[in-house]
């Protein structure tokens, strides 16, 4: 669907109008906040309707490509919103470490925790967190710990899916609106291979290459010492290509990947998930 060519639906306001109202009788809200189109759409509309009631707090840690982080930090530089960067390392959970299926559980229970207590200590009534209806059907273990904090879901509590933010980001001229979907790099790994932050860096690293290439919609899968790498269908041609197929694997080489593979079918979300 070509988003440059859709206008605001009747739907896309009313749900709009029933976001700034739940965001309202909220108070004061502290948005979990990744910079990603979700939670960048839930920031701007709750700084919208709150001002200085509305904070962001954002997480950082080895799964975080550095690159997210200073977007995050310019989106509310620019817009004036008062911003609380808190350290976390998910690491020291043995849960996640293992890249267990629940992994996500462990991540976000001690992500919200964290950020619970810093809404707390700047008198902040709620936390929030950025899903949509479209994560309902998928598999989100992170959801639980969300349920179980007690954290906030408005995105979801006023029927929002990815197409209406990105439509309604667009008309607000948020710059996330087309910005690709993003998930942090601990999904990179298969289930059970342990994660460490030198693997977390040769991801990223290898992932911000993909970019500077300009593969802005990518994955780079980690299967022990298999680099998998995957790509839209549309771009798997261009990647292929010798300069750039070349150029790719002696980066990976360097950044100590001993194979370098591209998945055939192209990118998909949650591609991880099949074994499960």
Known sequence: MDLDKISVTADQEKKLSDLKSIIKDMGSLAVGFSGGVDSSFLLAVAHEVLGDNAIAVTGSDASVPRRELEEAVKFCGDRGI???ICTVDPLKEEGYRHNSPDRCYYCKHGIFTEMKKIAEENGIAYLSEGSNTDDIG????GLRAVAE?????PLREAGLCKEDIRV???????????KPAYACLAS???YGEEITEEKLHMIDKAEQFLIELGFFEERVRMHGNIARIEVPPKDIAKLASDDIRERIYDEFRKIGFMFVTLDMRGYKMGSMNATL
């Open 188 to 190: 990179r790994f298969v």
């Open 149 to 153: 904090l007690s954290v906030r879901s």
């Open 138 to 141: 998928d598999y989100r273990p």
């Open 82 to 84: 008062r911003h609380i």
């Open 168 to 178: 309604l980001s667009k008309a607000m001229g948020l710059p996330t609106w087309s």
